[in-house]
């Protein structure tokens, strides 16, 4: 079983900066791809970012690319996502997930673990 644990969220004015974590305890998360999705208040979930197990490959949603970098350390068993320049309408319950098969894909039924999830909130 893989427990996902998201940190860093919270209140932060436009044009500001925040940097989510996504750490796990129990099996290692080292060999299987990982992604962020969001969540707004009557929206459905939507995907943010992805990463290949090694780091080597990053894919992003149009509407984040160029502002939101996505990370991971596998000695730390852990993944981050940076957020620079946000806007309010970034504000969503961010999850990190583990995409145990590598299906590599923006749809979060591809994913197979979830954590519980950190708020962010962009004030305009």
């Known amino acids: 079983q893989v427990q996902l644990v998201e940190s860093g969220g919270g209140l932060v004015q436009a044009g500001g900066s925040l940097r989510l974590s996504c750490a796990t305890s129990?099996?290692?998360?080292?060999?299987?791809?990982m992604g962020w999705f969001r969540q707004a208040p009557g929206k459905e979930r939507e995907f943010v970012a992805r990463?290949?197990?090694?780091?080597?490959?990053?894919y992003y949603a149009d509407s984040v690319k160029g502002r939101f970098t996505i990370s991971r350390d596998n000695a730390k068993n852990t993944v981050y996502l940076e957020m620079n320049s946000l806007k309010p309408e970034d504000t969503a319950v961010y999850y990190c997930?583990?995409?145990?098969?590598?299906?590599?894909?923006?749809?979060?039924?591809?994913?197979?673990?979830w954590g519980q999830g950190t708020q962010v909130t962009v004030s305009s």
């Open positions: 997930a583990a995409d145990v098969f590598s299906r590599l894909t923006a749809y979060f039924t591809d994913y197979d673990y």
């Open positions: 129990g099996r290692t998360i080292s060999g299987y791809a």
């Open positions: 990463i290949t197990w090694n780091g080597s490959n990053t």
